[in-house]
Nanobody, 118 residues
């Protein structure tokens, strides 16, 4: 069992930046995948960025070059640095982790709201 707690969301103007944090209740060193998803109003949830235990990353095309995902194993925390934000980045951002064992274990945080607006 893993509890994930997100923080860092809020209201920001277009062009601004935010850093989201996802704190895990246990060591993330061996967690296979950790990622950030978002759900905009009226839309399905989509993958924003994901990082493997080895540090490999992948991003949605819409955020490449603007967002950076990173992990600090010592703090059991994953971050999402978001720069050059646009109103299209508005949504609820949720942290996810996947652990590959005898089966796939999938855990989610409660989410944090990000609103990009004047």
């Amino acid at each position: 069992q893993v509890q994930l707690v997100e923080s860092g969301g809020g209201l920001v103007q277009p062009g601004g930046s935010l850093r989201l944090s996802c704190a895990a209740s246990r060591s993330i060193f061996s967690i296979n995948y950790m990622g950030w998803y978002r759900q905009a109003p009226g839309k399905e949830r989509e993958l924003v960025a994901r990082i493997t235990s080895a540090g490999s990353t992948n991003y949605a095309d819409s955020v490449k070059g603007r967002f950076t995902i990173s992990r600090d194993n010592a703090k059991n925390t994953v971050y999402l640095q978001m720069n050059s934000l646009t109103p299209e980045d508005t949504g609820v951002y949720s942290c996810n982790c996947e652990i590959l064992g005898d089966k796939l274990y999938d855990y989610w945080g409660q989410g944090t709201q990000v609103t990009v607006s004047l």
